[in-house]
T-cell receptor, first 113, second 117 residues
Framework: AQSVTQLDSQVPVFEEAPVELRCNYS??????LFWYVQYPNQGLQLLLK??????LVKGINGFEAEFNKSQTSFHLRKPSVHISDTAEYFC???????????FGQGTRLTINP | DTGVSQNPRHKITKRGQNVTFRCDPI?????LYWYRQTLGQGPEFLTY????????KSRLLSDRFSAERPKGSFSTLEIQRTEQGDSAMYLC???????????????FGPGTRLTVL
């Protein structure tokens, strides 16, 4: 069975500082990986996805993530955060042919001025 | 707005009552999913439909839960005899299966927040 672990439940950073949100997954087969963002009282919005090809994936709002198969990780990074990035971030995994997404527990990103 | 819509956005009910939620997917999307998100956790898969056929159900979907998509468009999720443990955000998502593509992006609605007193 697939599982996703987000190593930090909360990450506080100062505005304009870099940030990394960590995600590790477990799966015995090839996987597709995703990062979603959830703003208060809203649904999930896809930030970026890794399906195949280049291991460095660029997404919306200046975010990027790197797929590392040997480390089974898919960490999310942004070089300079803004107040508007305050939200909950979820890492998710699925395998080819499967339909359900398996989500991590989420990381709450708080940006301090 | 042509995104996924869910109604109601909030529902407060007393333990033992039945509740029904509705999800309207993006037009032409043939797949529809339900997830449940409890406080402080990530969403958990409940079930999904391709057109009107319910193709997979999670073990989380107890006998008190039933989902339908009668005409392959909107879907309803009913919870009978609600319990306090049912309090959660219920999220709906839709996607368009194209050919033999192995993954089709899921677009999420805003969710229905259920509170069982």
């Amino acid at each position: 069975a697939q599982s996703v672990t987000q190593l930090d439940s909360q990450v506080p950073v100062f505005e304009e500082a870099p940030v990394e949100l960590r995600c590790n997954y477990s799966s015995s087969v090839s996987v597709y990986l995703f990062w979603y963002v959830q703003y208060p009282n809203q649904g999930l919005q896809l930030l970026l996805k890794y399906l195949s090809g280049s291991t460095l994936v660029k997404g919306i709002n200046g975010f990027e993530a790197e797929f590392n198969k040997s480390q089974t990780s898919f960490h999310l990074r942004k070089p300079s955060v803004h107040i508007s990035d305050t939200a909950e971030y979820f890492c998710a995994v699925t395998r080819g042919g499967a339909q359900k997404l398996v989500f991590g527990q989420g990381t709450r990103l708080t940006i301090n001025p | 707005d042509t995104g996924v819509s869910q109604n109601p956005r909030h529902k407060i009910t007393k333990r033992g009552q039945n509740v029904t939620f509705r999800c309207d997917p993006i037009s032409e999307h043939n797949r529809l999913y339900w997830y449940r998100q409890t406080l402080g956790q990530g969403p958990e898969f409940l079930t999904y439909f391709q057109n009107e056929a319910q193709l997979e159900k999670s073990r989380l979907l107890s006998d008190r839960f039933s989902a339908e998509r009668p005409k392959g468009s909107f879907s309803t999720l009913e919870i009978q005899r609600t319990e306090q443990g049912d309090s959660a955000m219920y999220l709906c998502a839709s996607s368009l299966k194209i050919g033999t593509a192995s993954y089709n992006e899921q677009f999420f609605g805003p969710g229905t927040r259920l509170t069982v007193l």
